[in-house]
């Protein structure tokens, strides 16, 4: 199985479970190059969360391949106060969609996870094999371990059933299509919108959740569209490959950034009410560089693209 690459997207049926969201629709502007059919179905015709509805419309739709980026997100607050949906929801697609992808014979997928799988304190950057040598971060530990069984069901269905199913990790996600829900919503489109809302009620100061001590590596969402339709053609192997860029930057550096960005000149209010969540979390890409992949958009370059995105979307 590991030989079967380059695989080719050529002509190929390729559903995108997940089409809507931030990452889904990346990975559907990637793939208009590569010409291949686009397969995507919304979630009023079909119910990722129901296993026969799921492989009735694989089997009737036949992709050849999928990307696997329907999931239930958010940032920390949504993770530490909604355990049981980020861990049942995950859990329920995930299973479904690899199953189903199986029993109907799709010839490749890529299963797609998040840099929180690995241990609060692992050593710095994280390799792909610091994966279960810790305890995780309490505040994502659900979404955590659903994501962990997604890569783990990918290895089993390869070693049982020699299926060419693959895994890769992203850090942390912003770009075009966020969710900038104040509630739910990952720190870049909050701030963006905290940012916004500030300079036009001209606020004395904005206030940041945490310490603004903690460290994180950002990703624009299509560099992570390139990297994983990139995998696709040439990766096929059990272990699972982490897409970053290799730069971090504190959270009060990134709220700094986004000020700038948004053209907000007042203060910023630590509030430690809130939770840090995890210290740092800065990925090891040799694995991902080697093939021959990188990152190519700055954060400040991002940052304005998804500002803009921010003022076009309905959102503001
Ligand atoms: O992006 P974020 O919610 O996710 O928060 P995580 C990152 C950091 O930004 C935390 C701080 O230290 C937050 O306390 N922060 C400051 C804010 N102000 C804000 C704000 O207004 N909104 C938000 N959301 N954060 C998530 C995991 O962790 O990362 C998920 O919970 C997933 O499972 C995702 O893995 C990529 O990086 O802390």
Redesign the pocket.
Known sequence: MSNNIPYSLRDKRVWVAGHRGMVGSAICRQLEKENCEILSVDRQHLNLRNQQAVSDWVAAQKPDAVFLAAAT?G???A?DTRPAEFLYDNLIIEANIIHAAKINDVEKLMFLG???IYPREASQPMSEDALLTGPLEP??EW??IAKIAGIKMCQAYRKQYDCDYISAMPN??YGPGDNFD?ET???VP??IR?FHEAKHEAKPNVE???TGN?L?EFVHVDDCASALVFLMKNYSDEPHVNIGTGEEIS?AGLAETVSKTVGYNGDLRFNTD?????PR?LLDCQKILQLGWRAEISLENGLEDAYESFLESNQV
């Open positions: 997100v940032g920390i607050y993770n998040s840099a929180c505040t994502n979404y955590a942390n996600l104040l919503s990952h720190v909050a701030l905290k940041i959740w945490g903690p994180r959270i809130y939770p840090d969540g995890a979390k």
